[in-house]
């Protein structure tokens, strides 16, 4: 095929990026017969947050073929999550939830995680390229990338449809104008591996801890146990409250750990395993998630904050929904790519972020920490933190602002 670009290699699907919302993707369109190239340009295997899966995400792997591998990794089991403010502590089983599906899942170290998506993924047909940058994009009926390697060899690909995984790289949104600015204000993160040697039954290592800084409601912390003994540590804050030099990073880290009691007791003396690391800017949008001849997925689309661990997720439905409306147009339908594929998955984003942005006001920590929590309320905030925020049979999902502001109006009136 000639064009303006001259010779191009020809694939059915080319998908930018080989995190998890790409491996998932490619895998669901192989299985399905198509063909299928993975442009990545990093190498794996290569570090990465969001280490604390929801229980949604598995019944996406599942389907990609990949739930065997990632279940026999041995990485640290998960059932829920844990919330700690001084003396305040609030703990969700996501196995006791409103919506049906899986309530447990694992807390991953990433490297180890996206590696063995994509190589399951590379089992299942695709053809996967490391060190492989995307220069450009021609959009349209036939879109075509110019691609280079990493020795300066470029080369072109004419794709049916491309989709664009490319998490924080956001390659699309940036090659084609299309970001805007996100209505979440600019929040940063402090963030490191430590070796815990906590002693048995000092904390549940099945569950995220989630601390709130002890003077500042919107500073928190996690606390991610991992496989072998390792946990993930970091705190989130304004920006500003975290703009120290690299130098003093980890002197500032380990002052904000033994800030907080919790974690502080736990965590305080633990050494650091890696060069303490900051992440600033994250919260992202663009003006549409799809165009002519390419969708966006996950991280590349849309990222709210990490308190509520929603990234992966998000990302494992934007790859299920994307590959179903993408197989009906390959297989000759006609698709509404806004009506199958961005209001479906903007209505669960948006559901996490009316969560994420009460959590920052303090409201939603003064339900979650509210002590005569109702059964069958919790068990629907449970199915919410547990990444069930698709699922409209749940209030929470249906109408989140309104029953969120009712059910704060409730909680706020507790004695402190």
Known sequence: MSTEFGELEQTDVAVIG????????????????????????????????????????????EEAGMLQAVV???????????????????????????????????????????????????????????????????????????????????????????LDASGFGRVLPRLLGLETPSHMPARAALFSHVQDALPAGSTDRDKICVAVHPERRDVWYWMIPLAGGRTSVGCVAEAAFLDVPETQREAKLRELIRAEPTIGRLLGDAPFLMPVNRIAGYSTNVERLHGPGFALLGNAGEFLDPVFSSGVTIALRSAHLAAQTLLRQLGGERVDWAADYDAPLRKGIDTFRAFVERWYTGELQDIIFYAQQTPKIRRMISAILAGYAWDETNPYVADPVRRLTALYEVCSGEPT
């Open 72 to 162: 026999e990794a041995g990485f640290q089991y998960k059932n829920g999550a844990s919330f700690v403010h001084g003396e305040k502590a609030s703990s969700y089983d996501f196995r006791d939830k409103h919506s049906e599906g899986w309530g447990t899942t694992y807390q991953v170290e990433r490297a180890v995680f996206d590696q063995l998506l994509i190589r399951r993924a590379a089992d299942q047909g695709v053809q996967v390229r490391f060190g492989h940058t995307v220069r450009s994009m021609r959009t349209g009926h036939e879109p075509a990338l110019e691609v280079e390697d990493e020795k300066g060899n470029a080369y072109r690909v004419a794709a049916r449809f491309v």
């Open 18 to 61: 080989a995190g998890p919302a790409g491996a998932v993707a490619a895998a669901l369109l192989a299985r399905a017969g198509k063909s299928v190239l993975v442009l990545e340009r990093q190498h794996f295997p290569r570090f990465s947050i969001g280490e604390s899966l929801l229980p949604q995400s598995m019944a996406y792997l």
